[in-house]
């Protein structure tokens, strides 16, 4: 029985060897590259002033840059379960006050889990913000879902080893550097030198192709003020830009100097955003971080065109597709705003770019209407895979050679992240010429007074502000089914994009536009409903009740 069982399973490795080589022979690699809280404008192609960035800019120019492209959600864990699942908020139901997590059935229909079921080796380097199974990050199914994992649970810290053990072998101290490493460590076809690094091979096949996500955890604020401008780290982290006037953003206003706030305070309750964002309310802080932000922006184009080395090294740079994006964008004190969660430009307008080198692009630049939810159908559709029914994206590769127009006739973005941090409730729609966002009752408690109170109880800052339970389960869907089931406006806006770009004049009120609000009003509700569409959201439980039983 032991020799019938031996030749059955060489039969089946030769058979998967045999597979694995066809399928190399016939599909692309594909690596993504996810920044984090990088707006549309932090490239040198699409505006930046200070940080030069010409590999990511080479990838534009010879692929194709899409500079109308919007993520469905801007705060960080809901925009990547999108990316991931190609679903809206609305419909995949994860967030950080959801008081759930991925289920294991809808996680099997992301786009790694069915490249690596299709035959691609696969992996995952940098940071994970997405928390899967019943034990959320610490249930070990993110880890085991992969070929390769090199990655953190949650933030990435800049001095990542630090915090991280499977970051200890890493010869670098910085996150941009140590995600290098890995990155590096992936591609090996001899041996992978990483032994703390979860994988179930010892090299990468050279037969097989491959899927790469890189999760980088910057230019984002928190790993952004954790720079400390060490003698053990590089010269752009120590020196870079500080010798330039940094000019502040457009439409700046200190928060001592806000006469009229973007959004009343019942909307929007300023005093109980997080302390993280302070450095916004003045202009030397703001200034300190931009600066710190647009070196991390060096280090990043530094990382990919170390990964465009090593893809050519390895001969294999022809025949890999490379796209480029970020999970959102971030306010730097615009209109006196800090942070994401709003669904204006600056914090949903990200660069999305494409760089397929085995054929020409019919154009470096689109303006169609694409959204964060169409790179899972497109990586998938490179892969020659069928996206399954549960995704709401479009594939974007007939983009690229002119062969292909959008069906989307508008572009969705929705924050449901609304708790004590004061955030608002709000959803848009837009078109390349009009935005509507719509904003409902925020009757959240106070942060402030959460926190002050838990005092006198000897409770922990950390303990009252973060962490979900049950109760907030409901809150949540109440908070995606209310506006379906009528719950009314109580803001609206309306920008006309093509001529006020950063949103500066609400003409809701106008007596001139009242003909577009209506019309916006009445897309709104059937675009709303699309995106929550008609399954169930594939999610179990995940609160600080659940993981005690």
């Given at each position: 029985?032991?020799?019938?069982?031996?030749?059955?399973?060489?039969?089946?490795?030769?058979?998967?060897?045999?597979?694995?080589?066809?399928?190399a022979?016939?599909?692309?690699?594909?690596?993504?590259?996810?920044?984090?809280?990088?707006?549309?404008?932090?490239?040198?192609?699409?505006?930046?002033?200070?940080?030069?960035?010409?590999?990511?800019?080479?990838?534009?120019?010879k692929g194709?840059?899409?500079?109308?492209?919007?993520?469905?959600?801007?705060?960080?864990?809901?925009?990547?379960?999108?990316?991931?699942l190609?679903?809206?908020?609305r419909?995949?139901?994860?967030?950080?006050?959801?008081g759930?997590?991925?289920?294991?059935?809808?996680?099997?229909?992301?786009?790694p889990?069915?490249?690596?079921?299709?035959?691609?080796f696969?992996?995952?380097?940098?940071?994970?913000?997405?928390?899967?199974?019943?034990?959320?990050?610490?249930?070990?199914?993110?880890?085991?879902?992969?070929?390769?994992?090199?990655?953190?649970?949650?933030?990435?810290?800049?001095?990542?080893?630090?915090?991280?053990?499977?970051?200890?072998?890493?010869?670098?101290?910085?996150?941009?550097?140590?995600?290098?490493?890995?990155?590096?460590?992936?591609?090996?076809?001899?041996?992978?030198?990483?032994?703390r690094?979860?994988?179930?091979?010892?090299?990468?096949?050279?037969?097989?192709?491959?899927?790469?996500s890189?999760?980088?955890n910057?230019?984002?604020?928190?790993s952004?003020?954790?720079?400390?401008?060490?003698?053990?780290?590089?010269?752009?982290?120590r020196?870079?830009?500080?010798?330039?006037?940094?000019?502040?953003p457009n439409h700046y206003?200190?928060?001592d100097?806000?006469?009229?706030?973007?959004?009343?305070?019942?909307?929007?309750?300023?005093?109980?955003?997080?302390?993280?964002?302070?450095?916004v309310?003045?202009?030397?802080?703001?200034?300190?971080?931009?600066?710190?932000?647009?070196?991390?922006?060096?280090?990043i184009?530094?990382?990919?065109?170390?990964?465009?080395?090593?893809?050519k090294?390895?001969?294999?740079?022809?025949?890999?597709?490379?796209?480029?994006?970020?999970?959102?964008?971030?306010?730097?004190?615009?209109?006196?705003?800090?942070?994401?969660?709003?669904?204006?430009?600056?914090?949903?307008?990200?660069?999305?770019?494409?760089?397929?080198?085995?054929?020409?692009?019919?154009?470096?630049r689109?303006?169609?209407?694409?959204?964060?939810?169409?790179?899972?159908?497109?990586?998938?559709?490179?892969?020659?895979?069928?996206?399954?029914?549960?995704?709401?994206?479009e594939?974007?590769?007939?983009?690229?050679?002119?062969?292909?127009?959008?069906q989307?006739?508008?572009?969705?973005s929705?924050?449901?992240?609304?708790?004590?941090?004061?955030?608002?409730?709000?959803?848009?729609?837009?078109?390349?010429e009009?935005?509507?966002i719509?904003?409902?009752?925020n009757?959240?408690?106070?942060?402030?007074?959460?926190?002050?109170?838990?005092?006198?109880?000897?409770?922990?800052?950390?303990?009252?502000?973060?962490?979900?339970?049950?109760?907030?389960?409901f809150?949540?869907?109440d908070?995606?089914?209310?506006?379906?089931?009528?719950e009314?406006?109580?803001?609206?806006?309306?920008?006309?994009?093509?001529?006020?770009?950063?949103?500066?004049?609400?003409?809701?009120?106008?007596?001139?536009?009242?003909?577009?609000?209506?019309?916006?009003?009445?897309?709104?509700k059937?675009?709303?409903?699309?995106?929550?569409?008609?399954?169930k959201?594939?999610?179990?439980?995940?609160?600080?009740?659940?993981?005690?039983?």
């Amino acid at each position: 029985m032991k020799k019938i069982h031996l030749i059955i399973t060489s039969c089946i490795f030769i058979t998967a060897l045999f597979s694995y080589k066809a399928i190399a022979d016939t599909q692309p690699n594909i690596v993504l590259v996810l920044t984090d809280d990088q707006p549309y404008g932090y490239l040198s192609i699409t505006g930046n002033k200070i940080a030069q960035t010409p590999s990511i800019d080479e990838l534009a120019e010879k692929g194709m840059l899409f500079t109308n492209a919007h993520v469905t959600s801007a705060i960080c864990t809901p925009s990547r379960v999108s990316i991931l699942l190609s679903q809206y908020e609305r419909q995949h139901g994860v967030n950080f006050n959801s008081g759930t997590a991925v289920s294991e059935q809808a996680w099997a229909e992301s786009y790694p889990m069915m490249l690596r079921e299709a035959g691609y080796f696969t992996g995952w380097v940098g940071k994970n913000h997405v928390p899967l199974g019943e034990k959320g990050y610490k249930s070990g199914l993110m880890e085991s879902s992969f070929d390769y994992w090199y990655a953190s649970q949650g933030h990435m810290k800049f001095y990542s080893k630090e915090t991280y053990d499977i970051f200890k072998e890493a010869e670098h101290d910085t996150q941009l550097e140590i995600v290098s490493e890995g990155v590096d460590d992936f591609m090996d076809t001899n041996e992978h030198k990483f032994k703390r690094a979860v994988t179930f091979l010892d090299a990468r096949p050279k037969d097989q192709p491959f899927m790469l996500s890189i999760n980088l955890n910057l230019p984002h604020g928190a790993s952004a003020r954790e720079m400390a401008q060490r003698d053990s780290d590089d010269e752009i982290y120590r020196s870079l830009f500080r010798d330039r006037d940094i000019a502040l953003p457009n439409h700046y206003v200190a928060k001592d100097d806000i006469t009229s706030p973007k959004l009343s305070p019942s909307l929007l309750h300023a005093d109980d955003r997080q302390a993280g964002y302070a450095y916004v309310d003045k202009e030397d802080t703001v200034k300190e971080m931009l600066i710190r932000q647009n070196q991390a922006m060096v280090g990043i184009d530094r990382l990919v065109k170390k990964l465009r080395d090593e893809l050519k090294a390895q001969n294999v740079d022809q025949n890999t597709i490379i796209i480029f994006s970020s999970d959102h964008g971030l306010f730097m004190g615009e209109h006196g705003l800090g942070g994401k969660a709003f669904c204006y430009e600056k914090a949903t307008h990200v660069p999305l770019i494409i760089y397929d080198p085995r054929k020409k692009a019919s154009n470096s630049r689109s303006d169609a209407l694409v959204q964060s939810i169409d790179i899972a159908p497109t990586i998938l559709a490179y892969a020659g895979i069928n996206s399954p029914k549960s995704y709401q994206g479009e594939n974007l590769t007939g983009f690229y050679q002119g062969q292909q127009q959008t069906q989307r006739q508008y572009s969705v973005s929705e924050n449901l992240w609304s708790n004590h941090f004061g955030n608002p409730r709000c959803e848009s729609i837009q078109d390349n010429e009009w935005k509507y966002i719509r904003y409902y009752q925020n009757n959240n408690l106070s942060a402030t007074n959460k926190v002050a109170f838990g005092k006198t109880l000897g409770m922990k800052a950390g303990t009252v502000m973060y962490g979900s339970h049950d109760s907030d389960i409901f809150q949540y869907r109440d908070f995606i089914d209310g506006p379906l089931n009528g719950e009314p406006a109580v803001y609206e806006e309306v920008y006309h994009l093509s001529s006020d770009p950063e949103e500066l004049t609400n003409l809701a009120q106008s007596d001139d536009h009242q003909a577009v609000l209506n019309k916006l009003r009445d897309n709104w509700k059937q675009e709303i409903t699309a995106a929550r569409g008609k399954s169930k959201p594939g999610i179990v439980r995940y609160t600080v009740d659940s993981l005690k039983n």
